[in-house]
């Protein structure tokens, strides 16, 4: 008989590529990861990785191993769904990136509080949440995607839920010529001003690089700081200015004003779930008040001081 926890061992190694990765997303060590697909080998008869002194790799037969445990995980998830009590209960894993957490957290309390056999658990996260849904280690992620092609890297797998779309804003102090509603936004203009922006890399960082690449592209240094909460608060104090998501507005910011930019560009943000859990009532009423708290943020806050 194989055993369930075996096979999802194998399913995440086949997922994240190495004994080290498999056992940091799972909390195991990497000797117990090992030790866990050895005895599955001996549990089915066959060599399941090929083993070198610096790495492992999926055999042919632990491929197909990994491909019937991706499988049979997901036919246990669906009948675990399909034998849930019909009021929501036990308990509920999101992450999310950190403007929706802040965001969303008040209203998703409020709202999950009448349920009372359901405890929930939010994490933040500045990584990708879709590994750890597929996985089972999350039961829901929030996801943020500027190329609107996020749904195709799912599959079958996975079920996406579009929540709102996000657009990317300027921020400048309240007493900033811009911050004036009368005038327009010209980024030539404001190329040479003081930027601030997240570091290489991160996806907000990527839109601003884009926002002034007709203009002549971003300035050569501009400064870098991690946090859009931290990067507002320096527009505040009048350190220089920003674009940002919108999403990061719906905390109160005093000191400055909100233009709407005259390149569009948004962020699209996705709850995402594997298929198998979607009926599951914790599940679904937990999708549900995310979509409620979506639609009660208000991101076409723009052309006014604060």
Do not use: C, N
Not at 42 to 58: F, K, M, N, V, Y
Not at 81 to 95: F, K, Q, R, Y
Request: hydrophobic content about 45%; aromatic content about 4%.
């Amino acid at each position: 008989m194989l055993d369930v926890r075996r096979l999802r061992l194998l399913r995440e190694f086949a997922e994240r590529g190495s004994i080290a990765a498999t056992a940091k997303a799972l909390g195991y060590t990497p000797s117990a990861v090992s030790q866990q697909l050895a005895v599955l080998e001996r549990e089915i008869g066959t060599a399941l990785l090929d083993r070198t002194a610096r790495s492992a790799e999926l055999t042919d037969a632990g491929r197909r191993l990994a491909g019937h445990a991706e499988r049979i995980l997901r036919m246990i998830e669906f009948a675990e769904a399909d034998m849930a009590e019909p009021e929501p209960s036990g308990h509920v894993v999101l992450t999310a990136f950190p403007t929706a957490a802040i965001a969303f957290a008040p209203a998703l309390a409020h709202s999950l509080r009448r349920h009372s056999g359901l405890t929930f658990q939010l994490r933040q996260s500045s990584g990708d949440g879709l590994p750890q849904v597929r996985s089972g280690e999350v039961d829901v992620a929030l996801i943020d995607d500027w190329t609107g092609r996020l749904p195709t890297r799912g599959g079958g797998s996975l079920r996406f839920s579009l929540l709102m779309h996000d657009p990317l804003v300027l921020v400048v102090p309240a007493d900033h010529w811009a911050a004036d509603p009368a005038v327009s936004i010209d980024l030539r203009r404001l190329r040479e001003e003081p930027w601030m922006a997240a570091p290489p890399g991160e996806p907000s960082r990527q839109a601003f690089d884009r926002l002034l690449a007709d203009v002549g592209g971003a300035p050569s240094v501009p400064w870098e700081f991690e946090g859009l909460g931290t990067i507002l608060g320096l527009v505040a104090r009048g350190v220089g200015i920003a674009a940002i998501p919108s999403l990061a507005l719906t905390t109160d910011v005093a000191g400055i004003a909100v233009r709407r930019l005259p390149r569009a560009m948004t962020r699209y943000v996705y709850a995402v779930v594997r298929t198998a859990s979607v009926r599951r009532p914790s599940v679904a009423v937990t999708v549900q008040a995310l979509k409620s708290a979506a639609a009660a943020v208000d991101v076409d806050r723009v052309d006014r001081r604060r």
